[in-house]
């Protein structure tokens, strides 16, 4: 069994202030470094399911996982994934639920999902577990308030891949945010920068794929930083066989592979594919 320690700016009620992307790329690295060796490229979901407890921001808490059973959202109806904190079921223990895969294609999804719930569980549940244990204030309404449940829903594979536009509430905009910590954590766990980049050196040459080495402009990444591209105006096939390569390393597939290269620059201009 494995247990992670994290930490991360928060208030007093252990919310999250504003993390940047950086930010939450340094946390799925920490995380990722807890689980497996950096030479590691894939995380398998056999070592995810291995993680029982979590210490967040001196918040310290189960995590109840299961992968075996098809998960439903209120309604009844079938989702990939949930995380949800229910106090009176389990005061101290978030639980991680993720519908199993049905075949062969589907197993990097129900990797993609546990990341994207893990990343709630780390960034969402210290806040509501430390909600339930406090209780309502004072000039609160005492009704049931403290005995909140709370529950996060991945319904289908493009919730992985972008979250909702922002609406004009603050809750909707704290759901909006949460979603990007979420996926971005998940991108960033999955197929790391540094990795992906040590994957790309040694495969890119295979697929006629050219690199380019400049010093990086990003002031959170400084050193030299790739960018790839297809020589000779060469079909896009070439960056697809290498982006399919990569995601058989990192247990992704193809368009995950994509978006993180997207994700991290390494891309040129009509370097990608759709």
């Known amino acids: 069994m494995a247990v992670l320690t994290l930490g991360y700016r928060c208030c007093d009620r252990k919310l999250p202030q504003y993390i940047k992307h950086p930010e939450v790329e340094g946390i799925a690295v920490q995380a990722r470094r807890q689980l497996v060796a950096d030479t590691t490229d894939a995380i398998g979901l056999s070592v995810l399911r291995e993680i029982n407890k979590l210490k967040i921001n001196g918040v310290e808490f189960d995590l109840w996982v299961d992968t075996e059973h098809q998960v439903s959202d209120e309604e009844g109806q079938p989702v990939l994934g949930v995380c949800e904190f229910d106090p009176d079921a389990a005061p101290n223990a978030a639980l991680l639920l993720v519908s199993p895969a049905v075949n062969a294609a589907s197993q990097a999804l129900v990797l993609s999902t546990f990341a994207h719930e893990l990343g709630h569980a780390i960034f969402d549940a210290p806040a509501w577990i430390v909600a339930a244990h406090n209780g309502p204030g004072l000039f609160d309404d005492h009704a049931g308030e403290a005995r909140r449940a709370y529950r996060t829903t991945t319904r289908d594979a493009d919730h992985l891949a972008k979250a909702a536009a922002v609406r004009n509430t603050e809750l909707e905009k704290s759901i909006h945010f949460a979603e990007l910590r979420a996926n971005e954590f998940m991108g960033s766990l999955l197929v790391p920068r540094q ?64 978006v993180r290269m997207e994700r991290y620059g390494l891309l040129t201009t009509g370097a990608g594919i759709t």
């Open 195 to 258: 990795p992906l980049c040590r994957a790309i050196e040694e495969l890119a040459p295979m697929y006629e794929v050219t690199i380019h080495r400049s010093p990086s402009l990003d002031p959170d990444f400084p050193g030299m930083a790739l960018k790839l591209s297809v020589e000779g105006g060469v079909s896009a096939f070439d960056m697809e066989s290498l982006q399919k390569a990569l995601g058989k390393r990192f247990g992704v597939n193809r368009r995950f592979i994509q």
